[in-house]
């Protein structure tokens, strides 16, 4: 009897490790499969580039049958690859095309950007070299660090200096608090981050941006959990949901509002696009120890300034995004930068926002924001490869305490 129950008490013992053992197996199977397949699209990229070189070169070649026929053959091939694809074969490229201009959007959007043109809201007079200077990516890289401020508003700055402000303004330069982060990861809001099960390896930087109202909550494993700082415009910080959403409460908060092209802060203050200063104020109080800076005016149009001198013609005149912002604010903090679905990946789509359901070409292609001079310029800074960007959607740009100028 007692035999019997320990036989039979054995038997189980067994058959529950061989259970977990099976299942361990088939755990790293999978993970096995999810690297091979990564593997794949990586080499299925480079075949599909060489493919697209010959049919280029081909298109170059004589006339002869044989080479139609394998123009079309290597066309079929380039369309299997890629899985189906609406786009014709001719006007599509894999990554972002670096000298993009006017001539690469359509008839809208080039209507979009000439009444933008005309109207000049902000009163811009751009007085500087180009447009269509030649840089280097190190003289680039050397131009946007020293002609561009990245600085916050500070007690010093009139009227912040006033009674009405003692004491709202963080004490702290953002500098110090942050030290200086290595590597940071800037997650645009782009629709193709949706099922790009890039959370994990964004969380894996020291340092996380975020855009506006984008969540993580529902969308941990594509865009990770972390945030460490959040930029945002003003038109939302004025809204009335900004003091009563959570979303906010975590890391560190930068606002910013676009002021006249060159406006200093005392005439800026006394006409922002979004007067949100009540709103700041507010927040400040309900939460008086989460940093919360506002970027100072200038910033936006000393980097509008760059992008209209290497940009082949005339940009819109309205500040660049708050995704360039974002960029060029974190090459300060950090010794690295991976931005992740500024430039597309494989994923590119219309729809705009991960956690929205509207759709329009113009947020990849830009109407109101210089959108399109704003990826040739992190095209031509790219430390990463064409494959990172087209599986990834990830762009690398160094930091600017690592560059030699
Ligand atoms: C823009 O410039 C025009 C003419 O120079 C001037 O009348 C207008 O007040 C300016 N607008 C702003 C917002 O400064
Ligand atoms: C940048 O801002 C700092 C602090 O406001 C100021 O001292 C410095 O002169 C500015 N530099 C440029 C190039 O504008
Ligand atoms: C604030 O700054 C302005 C300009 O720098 C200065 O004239 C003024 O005296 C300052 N006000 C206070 C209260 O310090």
């Given at each position: 009897?007692?035999?019997?129950?320990?036989?039979?008490?054995?038997?189980?013992?067994?058959?529950?490790?061989?259970?977990?053992?099976?299942?361990?197996?088939?755990k790293d199977m999978k993970k096995g499969d999810e690297y091979d397949s990564l593997q794949l699209r990586r080499k299925e990229f480079q075949a599909s580039k060489s493919l697209q070189k010959k049919i280029v070169d081909s298109n170059f070649r004589s006339v002869s049958s044989n080479s139609i026929q394998d123009t079309l053959r290597g066309k079929q091939d380039l369309r299997r690859l890629r899985g189906p694809s609406k786009t014709k074969l001719e006007n599509s490229h894999l990554v972002w095309n670096r000298d993009s201009s006017s001539k690469n959007i359509n008839p809208k959007l080039k209507n979009v950007w000439k009444y933008y043109l005309k109207l000049n809201k902000y009163n811009v007079s751009y007085k500087g070299p180009g447009p269509g200077v030649k840089f280097s990516a190190e003289s680039l890289s050397c131009h946007l660090r020293d002609r561009v401020n990245v600085s916050m508003v500070d007690a010093s700055d009139f009227p912040f200096n006033t009674s009405?402000?003692?004491?709202?303004?963080?004490?702290?330069?953002?500098?110090?608090?942050?030290?200086?982060?290595?590597?940071?990861?800037?997650?645009?809001?782009?629709?193709?981050?949706?099922?790009?099960?890039?959370?994990?390896?964004i969380d894996d930087h020291d340092a996380i941006l975020r855009f506006n109202a984008a969540p993580t909550d529902n969308f941990q494993l594509d865009v990770g959990t972390k945030t460490t700082i959040r930029l945002m415009n003003s038109q939302l910080v004025k809204g009335q949901r900004f003091l009563k959403d959570s979303l906010y409460n975590e890391?560190?908060?930068?606002?910013?509002?676009?002021?006249?092209?060159?406006?200093?802060?005392?005439?800026?203050y006394k006409n922002p696009e979004y007067g949100f200063f009540e709103n700041y104020k507010s927040y400040r109080k309900l939460h008086p120890n989460q940093p919360f800076y506002i970027l100072k005016p200038q910033m936006p149009w000393e980097l509008w300034d760059i992008l209209q001198e290497m940009a082949p013609e005339e940009i819109q005149p309205n500040p660049p995004s708050s995704g360039m912002l974002g960029i060029i604010l974190m090459m300060t903090l950090c010794d690295q930068v991976d931005i992740y679905e500024f430039l597309p990946s494989m994923r590119k789509t219309?729809?705009?926002?991960?956690?929205?359901?509207?759709?329009?070409?113009?947020?990849?292609?830009?109407?109101?924001?210089?959108l399109l001079y704003e990826k040739n310029l992190?095209?031509?800074?790219?430390?990463?490869?064409?494959?990172?960007?087209?599986?990834l959607g990830k762009a690398t740009l160094l930091g600017f305490q690592n560059i030699c100028c």
């Open positions: 009897m007692v035999h019997r129950k320990v036989k039979k008490k054995f038997r189980c013992i067994v058959l529950v490790c061989l259970l977990f053992a099976t299942i361990c197996v088939w009405e402000w003692k004491g709202f303004l963080p004490k702290e330069n953002i500098r110090t608090m942050t030290r200086l982060w290595g590597q940071c990861a800037v997650v645009s809001s782009a629709g193709s981050l949706k099922s790009s099960q890039l959370g994990p390896e890391g560190i908060l930068v606002v910013w509002d676009p002021s006249v092209y060159h406006s200093d802060i005392p005439k800026w219309d729809l705009c926002h991960y956690y929205g359901k509207f759709f329009d070409t113009a947020c990849t292609m830009g109407s109101y924001h210089p992190v095209k031509f800074l790219n430390q990463g490869t064409d494959a990172d960007i087209y599986i």
